[in-house]
């Protein structure tokens, strides 16, 4: 318990980070390839060799990794997370993660202290949305989820630049790729700290929880077919109106939604495409995306018969068709019972209460945790993020640090 994070400088390291990409918004610009993100991959690499004494090594996928070594017959405690960002991204998403695993390094080897395991610090390659389309990449690479096969056609829907270019100038090898599988026997965990990104902890006033589950996402793509028409000539009852019976399977989705009421289920319809567009026309088409985010799968089954119910009705009710499409249904990833009881001791050694949550966004430790042992631990945040509002306490994020390492370092002692 002599250990302590270097609050004044994991906050400088923060600020420093969250210019490289920042826009004159005020929010930061870091997708997958662009020059914002090389030039993060330089500070951090930068920083590394410099504090730390260590080169980073890109993997296949370009996954950045620094290790400090322990026992060579010691499969490797790895932590971390991803330097990218969203459009218009706020500064702790993802970057508190790869900074806090710096941050932690940097107290181990300032203070000489001593290891069993190997300790790995990980910043993974395109977690959020980006110009090929591929998010959490680089941790797809690393558990099997993503192969070159899946990568070699892609191409930046910006510049046409193909993504086997983008990933050699990262340091990466696509022709390599399907030989980044992570392997249980060389890393034996994984520990990623994010901010919440929710305000459950807010709402709580709790400033930490360990994640039990990462929740499972289920997408359809929605197509209604109705008719389009004149939009002066064509009297009300004679419509069939895309757009409307669209609102209308929206509005049912909310319904069954709201009669859930469960702060671990959410649903979204977050994109529509109307076709023709067009300011007189009645719309003849809609495209539509619907998502489901849950760890019950008998919950999603209750709203998945609902959306039908409800489509059946619209379809009977306004003359239109509705065509449904699964296109994602990601099981919920499970987190290590054993890394959740390390860092629950650690807020009990830091005087603060056990607090167990389900993760509702996606995150590059739900892939991990296909290979090896995975966690994560939740900081406070404001509730806002994948936007410049993002904020986060340096008093909550100092807290962290300390209850993450104190985590790592009694899994250190307990893991073999």
């Known amino acids: 318990m002599t250990l302590r994070v270097n609050r004044e400088r994991l906050g400088q390291n923060l600020e420093a980070l969250s210019q490289i990409g920042k826009s004159p918004r005020g929010g930061i610009n870091r997708a ?7 030039e993060a991959r330089r500070w951090l690499c930068g920083y590394w060799e410099t504090h730390l004494h260590k080169t980073a090594a890109p993997d296949a996928a370009a996954n950045l990794w620094v290790v400090r070594p322990g026992d060579a017959c010691k499969a490797k405690i790895a932590f971390g997370s991803h330097h990218d960002t969203v459009t218009e991204g706020g500064k702790f998403d993802g970057a508190l993660g790869v900074l806090l695993a710096t941050e932690i390094l940097e107290t181990l080897e300032e203070t000489h202290t001593p290891t069993r395991h190997p300790f790995a610090l990980v910043s993974f390659t395109g977690e959020e949305p980006n110009p090929f389309h591929v998010s959490t990449l680089g941790s797809k690479v690393l558990s099997g989820r993503l192969h070159r096969a899946d990568l070699e056609h892609l191409e930046n829907e910006q510049t046409h630049a193909p993504f086997s270019e983008t990933l050699a100038a990262l340091g990466g090898d696509l022709q390599k790729i399907d030989e980044a599988l992570l392997d249980p026997h060389d890393v ?15 709402d709580k006033n709790l400033p930490l929880a360990a994640v039990g589950k990462i929740t499972g996402i289920y997408r359809e793509d929605i197509t209604v077919h109705g008719e389009a028409n004149h939009a002066g000539t064509t009297v009300m009852r004679d419509r069939h109106d895309a757009l409307l019976a669209a609102c209308a399977l929206n509005l049912a989705f909310e319904r069954a939604l709201r009669a859930v009421d469960r702060d671990d289920v959410t649903g979204t319809v977050g994109q529509l495409l109307v076709f023709p567009n067009s300011v007189n026309i009645i719309p003849g088409a809609v495209v539509l995306t619907l998502e489901i985010r849950t760890c019950d799968e008998a919950i999603l089954e209750t709203l998945r018969e609902a959306v039908t119910r409800a489509a059946a009705a619209i379809e009977a009710q306004r003359g239109v068709q509705i065509e449904r499409q699964v296109n994602l249904n990601q099981a919920p990833a499970p987190m290590s019972p054993v890394l959740q009881d390390a860092l629950l001791q650690a807020f009990s050694d830091f005087g603060q209460p056990p607090c167990t949550l389900t993760s509702m966004a996606g995150h590059d430790a739900a892939n991990v945790a296909r290979r090896t042992r995975a966690g994560m631990l939740f900081v406070r945040s404001n509730g ?12 909550d994020i100092e807290l962290a640090g300390n209850a993450m390492l104190q985590a790592l370092l009694r899994l250190d002692q307990e893991l073999e």
């Open 188 to 202: 034996c965990a994984f520990l990623e700290c994010h901010i919440e990104q929710g305000r459950r902890l807010l």
């Open 384 to 395: 806002k993020s994948h936007c410049a509002g993002e904020d986060a306490s340096l008093d």
């Open 32 to 38: 997958l390839g662009s020059e914002a993100e090389r």
